[in-house]
């Protein structure tokens, strides 16, 4: 995260700029953003399949430790 200085002298650059440039400057910040969003959501979504995979996991283990019990409990 850039501190107040670095964004001062970013906002002051860019005011300097001509149209064209700006608005290069601009389409290059939003691609950035972009790819930004892309890597944030294919992790959020990787870490959101590993998290349903071990609620599965999970609920087979409960499932197959009440199908013991039941076993262990029944009359023989």
Same mark, same amino acid.
């Given at each position: 995260?850039?501190? +107040?200085? %670095?964004?001062? $002298? /970013? #906002?002051?650059?860019? @005011?300097?700029?001509? /149209?064209?440039? @700006?608005?290069?400057? @601009?389409? $290059?910040?939003?691609? !950035? +953003? %972009? /790819?930004?969003?892309?890597? !944030? +959501? %294919?992790? =959020?979504?990787? !870490? ?6 071990? !609620? +599965?996991? #999970?609920? /087979?283990?409960? *499932?197959?430790? =009440?199908? *013991?019990? %039941? ?6």
């Amino acid at each position: 995260m850039p501190g +107040s200085k %670095d964004v001062e $002298k /970013e #906002i002051c650059k860019m @005011l300097d700029m001509g /149209e064209e440039e @700006l608005l290069a400057e @601009l389409e $290059k910040s939003f691609c !950035i +953003s %972009d /790819e930004r969003h892309q890597r !944030i +959501s %294919d992790t =959020l979504e990787e !870490i959101m399949q590993e998290v349903d995979r071990l !609620i +599965s996991r #999970i609920d /087979e283990t409960e *499932d197959e430790s =009440l199908e *013991d019990e %039941d076993e262990e409990s029944s009359p023989r």
